[in-house]
């Protein structure tokens, strides 16, 4: 069978409680280049779960990966098999979750410690697919906090697998003493170790991610790594998304504006009320879209009030928008001002 081959240029990070299926329909709207990925879903969520509602996704979300959180080899299998089976075109392995939740059930960046596991999941995956098998982790964990530390743990499961794509958080994880929101802010980023592993292993896809703010950031990235990936960034200021093609794949630009990608939105949108979703699952998404722009504040309060009326439709957001597109800023009129 084929290999599926996919770019890892541009990515969008997995986010919990935030790329839901709802955000990637929005996302794929604003570009059809970025590779997006779910929520990290656990083993066991989808072999004793919902299934239906944990991989569930529509067709124009593509391409699109599924990030597993696991550490049973046989587990990890049999949900990549069926990840497959629905449609995903690639699997990605979380090494690089510092919650105490997850850590807890050997999830996430506490599997650095055990890089030979790590590599005999990525390759008990791999014997069951034909899609892609990856890897997101840290540049390190707590103590284990060096160049030779991370190009030890690359190696161990580049050679116990065939992964040849790894994504890396340019932080450290503290896994004692801080939450997750503040091993996304307080560890350091250390780009250049992130480099190094590229140099050292030329053959592999590195990808890098963490504190990553536009995209003239990530086309200096590109300068030594073969992908980046953004995450809080490409959630809360999504116009960035818009310009990803153009800038970074060299397609041609987009005529759309911010109102009429919103429009765009609005089929997916009734779709969705009439199967019973409510308005906010969508809406929630677009908050920061319009993002530094006049009358955004506006939007942004206006949209989470009306939403949270009894029986809201698409009427309400429909509003939010033409209150934007209808606000004009100030001309100036002060001489000194010109």
């Known amino acids: 069978m084929t290999k599926t081959v ?3 240029r541009f990515c969008v990070a ?34 004793h779960g919902d299934q239906h509602r944990h991989l ?18 046989t587990e990890l299998a049999a949900c990549a098999q069926i990840a497959e089976q629905h449609g995903y075109q690639e699997i990605n392995l979380n090494v690089g979750c510092p919650s105490d939740r997850v850590q807890n059930h050997m999830i996430g960046a506490c599997l650095m410690e055990h ?12 014997a069951k697919v034909s899609i892609p098998v990856t890897v997101k982790c840290r540049i390190g964990i707590d103590q284990m906090d060096s160049d030779q530390a991370l190009a030890d743990f690359i190696n161990t499961v580049a050679n116990r697998s065939t992964c040849r794509t790894f994504i890396v958080h340019a932080r450290i994880a503290i896994l004692q003493g801080l939450s997750p929101k503040e091993n996304r802010e307080i560890p350091p980023l250390n780009y250049p170790r992130v480099y ?5 292993f030329p053959q592999l896809e590195i990808v890098i991610n963490g504190g990553i703010r536009s995209l003239e950031a990530a086309a200096d990235q590109l ?34 504006t911010r109102a009429s990608t919103i429009q765009h939105y609005y089929e997916y949108i009734e779709r969705q009320l009439a199967q019973g979703v409510p308005l906010h699952h969508m809406t929630r998404h ?18 989470s009030d009306m939403v949270q009326m009894h029986g809201a439709g698409i009427e309400v957001l429909q509003a939010a928008v033409a209150g934007v597109t209808s606000h004009k800023p100030k001309p100036l009129t002060d001489p000194q001002l010109c």
């Open 115 to 126: 890089a030979p596991l790590v590599g005999d999941c990525v390759a008990a995956m791999q």
């Open 14 to 47: 997995p986010m919990m409680d935030w790329t839901d299926r709802h955000c990637r329909y929005f996302m794929r709207l604003l570009s059809s280049k970025a590779l997006l990925y779910t929520e990290m879903v656990t083993t066991g969520a989808i072999l």
């Open 196 to 200: 190094w592993i590229k140099q050292q």
């Open 223 to 256: 300068q030594h790594v073969d992908g980046v990936m953004l995450g809080r960034e490409a959630y809360q200021n999504p116009w960035l998304l818009h310009s990803v093609d153009e800038q970074l794949f060299g397609c041609a630009s987009s005529p759309e």
């Open 286 to 303: 677009l908050l920061g879209l319009f993002h530094g722009q006049y009358g955004g504040k506006a939007f942004r309060r206006n949209l």
């Open 6 to 8: 996919l770019s890892h």
């Open 56 to 73: 569930r996704f529509d067709a124009f979300e593509q391409p699109l990966a599924l990030q597993l959180g696991g550490s049973n080899a």
